[in-house]
């Protein structure tokens, strides 16, 4: 992307750090002293989590957040200390035993998003809970990374997951929170030693977590999440769901020709016990119908069918809606099943709240394939999750510019994707690193074409 600078700032330390302070010298048109850059932009943003960091652990901090916003063919503490010239052993302290609060970091940045209009939750969107995999097949000791399933490859492999919850709605999606998740043979005695938490009960206390700091009109999960568990607990908070049930989950409903209450699951040998052959053959006068958008924006109709009834072993009261179709032609599935507690939504309303849970994919794959959030080469897990919400801030900065389109005052070409917004910012980054502009005017002259002859002056002074 071409960005073409026509504005000027001032370019005074942002943070007090020296070359002494980093152990690393700062000369050569090579070197760009990316730790004396000063963008108000990003000082903004950064300042917020002042009060979180000692002052020298604010300038790593600081480098850190830079550092996320270079280009790795692969990620690592290493890369990132080489892109923005500091001492490597000084970004390993940082991560592995500088004391700061996680917690803190977390909420400070959940604040930034809350506090403005354009960044905030609406009543209208979703919780999205769902669980991700970061690949390690080379890995032997690395805490968490075990044999399990990893949703990215849809398949097993060593892998760490952590399992997320996103903010969703058809205007904006952020992520509110990642946990580690650790298998039970990480513990001794496995499940039953009181520290392990499976999926579920991590899931469960996010869910708590959020209905505490931010409105969401209900919350959104595939069919793994769907468990008895989870459904039992939201509907006690009072809250909505919806969601997908897996083929194999047994319906009590009262069957068309029995016309007793049995239980009927939705794929099964006895066509006479399968719950499309019952709707085709014996509701075929009520299917109705509906339109509604993909994922991929386009526009398609499918025939449904909607009713209440209840799952095996939950008192839950759950309309169901069968989709007759497939969600595009890479699905698997000729049918899928939709399920809700509020019995007042029709089947357009349940299918449109269960497709924005693909929001929390977009989260996901925003995270890895513009901030490395799957690129770590640490090994504990409280390191792993230290890694994870530096990441996290970062891909929040980012959201912070695109939603309120800083850069459109900043650049006459506009980005508009994390990646490109990601390109601009490390452009400006090199831009503002003064000791380059000085002994380098092609970043002047040549490809950003700055056009403020001030601002050259200023740089090269």
């Known amino acids: 992307m071409r960005l073409i600078l026509h504005l000027t700032y001032s370019f005074t330390p942002a943070i007090n750090c020296t070359c002494e302070l980093f152990n690393k010298p700062t000369t050569g048109a090579k070197d760009l002293s990316i730790f004396s850059a000063n963008i108000p932009l990003l000082n903004t943003f950064l300042k917020n989590f002042a009060s979180c960091f000692s002052k020298k652990q604010m300038a790593v901090f600081t480098l850190v957040i830079y550092a996320f916003f270079k280009d790795y063919k692969r990620n690592s503490l290493d890369g990132m200390a080489k892109a923005t010239h500091t001492d490597y052993q000084k970004f390993q302290y940082f991560f592995s035993d500088s004391k700061w609060d996680i917690q803190a970091i977390k909420r400070t940045r959940l604040e930034i998003i809350q506090k403005q209009r354009t960044t905030a939750p609406t009543k209208d969107g979703l919780l999205a809970i769902d669980d991700t995999g970061c690949p390690k097949p080379f890995a032997k000791k690395t805490e968490g990374a075990k044999w399990q399933y990893c949703g990215p490859l849809k398949r097993k492999e060593v892998c760490n997951v952590g399992v997320g919850a996103t903010f969703v709605s058809e205007s904006k999606h952020f992520p509110i929170d990642i946990i580690p998740y650790l298998p039970a043979r990480e513990f001794p005695g496995g499940k039953n030693n009181p520290p392990f938490k499976d999926k579920i ?231 503002a690193s003064t000791n380059a502009l000085s002994k380098n005017e092609i970043l002047a002259d040549g490809y950003f074409k700055i056009k403020s002859k001030r601002l050259k002056k200023n740089c090269a002074a």
């Open 201 to 431: 009960q991590i899931a469960l206390e996010l869910f708590d977590a959020c209905s505490k700091t931010m409105d969401f009109s209900g919350t959104v999960f595939d069919s793994w999440y769907a468990t008895t568990r989870f459904l039992t607990h939201i509907h006690k908070e009072g809250k909505i769901f919806y969601s997908e049930i897996k083929s194999n989950r047994n319906i009590f409903m009262r069957h068309p020709v029995k016309k007793t209450m049995c239980l009927v699951k939705p794929d099964v040998l006895s066509h006479s016990r399968r719950i499309v052959t019952l709707i085709k053959k014996h509701y075929w006068d009520k299917i109705k119908f509906v339109k509604f958008k993909t994922t991929d924006g386009s526009e398609v109709s499918h025939k449904t069918y909607s009713f209440e009834a209840k799952l095996k072993d939950c008192v839950v009261p759950i309309k169901f809606v069968v989709i007759l179709g497939k969600w595009n032609k890479d699905d698997d599935y000729t049918y899928h099943i939709l399920i809700t507690n509020n019995l007042r939504a029709s089947a357009k309303m349940v299918i449109a709240n269960y497709l924005l849970r693909w929001g929390i994919e977009h989260s996901f794959k925003e995270l890895k394939d513009t901030f490395y959030f799957d690129h770590y080469q640490v090994r504990h897990i409280n390191k792993i999750e230290r890694y994870w919400n530096l990441c996290l801030v970062a891909w929040t900065l980012t959201y912070w510019i695109k939603q309120n389109a800083y850069l459109a005052k900043i650049l006459e070409t506009k980005p508009t994707t994390f990646n490109e917004i990601k390109q601009a910012v490390n452009s400006l980054l090199e831009f």
